[in-house]
């Protein structure tokens, strides 16, 4: 029989299906966003597990979600709408009640006094990159004051020094990137060209973009590539 435990940081991710979505000057376009868990021994986290998740703009849809059939993550869509952040860049947070990593030196799958362990700060989204809380910026307060790092997304100084529960957590950016497109030339030859595509944000175009490529010779054929996480080709020939 395996019996679960709750979830542990350092089993966390949180992932997004499109990291770019024409979200910036279109309202109602969409991505999925998924957290994926794991207790302290590599396995399922139970079912009824609720994760939850914020975000810096737009709406997600639903706020939460519940673990079921054993599947030890669940799936929310973030949607484009209202302000978005002038850069477009939009903060996604995921966090879940669990507990702190250790090192269980006596291997009796229990935490005991003096055991090594991960003591996390309270849970914040840094919405601005900073790598540090700044007002303003979403948090889950909890009672630590003793002076840390904060780990993974954790606000500096806020840790405990006990071993206990925790809210695991992970931080993505969704890039809302604006239609309009910037093009600059980075080098050319007979048989190659080579372009910086980005946005007016200079952020990424949204994944899927048609790129059509011509050329005005009379004995040259165009062809179209559909950029893919950032890149894209598009072959010339005579």
């Known amino acids: ?23 910036y000057d279109i309202d109602g376009v969409t991505t999925e966003v998924t957290m994926r868990l794991a207790d302290r021994q590599g396995n399922p986290v139970p079912d009824g597990t609720q994760i939850n998740f914020t975000s810096e703009a737009g709406v997600l849809l639903p706020p939460s979600c519940i ?19 002038a850069n477009g860049r939009v903060a996604v947070l995921a966090y879940v009640p669990g507990e702190e990593d250790f ?3 006596n291997a009796n799958n229990t935490y005991d006094s003096g055991e090594t362990f991960t003591d996390l700060g309270n849970a914040y989204r840094d919405d601005n990159d900073s790598r540090k809380f700044d007002e303003g910026e979403f948090t889950m307060p ?21 071993w206990g529960p925790v809210d695991v957590r992970q931080k993505i950016n969704v890039i809302f990137s604006r239609t309009a497109a910037s093009i600059s030339l980075v080098s050319a030859s007979t048989t190659t060209l080579s372009l910086t595509l980005q946005d007016a944000n200079g952020n990424s175009l949204a994944t899927d973009s048609d790129i059509s490529v011509t050329s005005p010779g009379s004995n040259c054929v165009g062809s179209t590539a559909i950029l893919k996480n950032g890149q894209a080709t598009a072959p010339m020939r005579e």
């Open 1 to 23: 029989t395996v019996v679960s435990g709750r979830p542990v940081q350092r089993a966390a991710s949180f992932a997004a299906k499109t990291l770019a979505i024409e979200g």
């Open 142 to 162: 909890r009672a630590g004051a003793l002076a840390c790092s904060g780990g993974i997304s954790g606000r500096l100084d806020t840790c405990d020094g006990v």
């Open 103 to 105: 090192v269980d030196a």
């Open 67 to 85: 673990v079921s059939d054993g599947a030890s993550g669940c799936t929310v869509v973030l949607r484009s709408q209202g302000t978005r952040p």
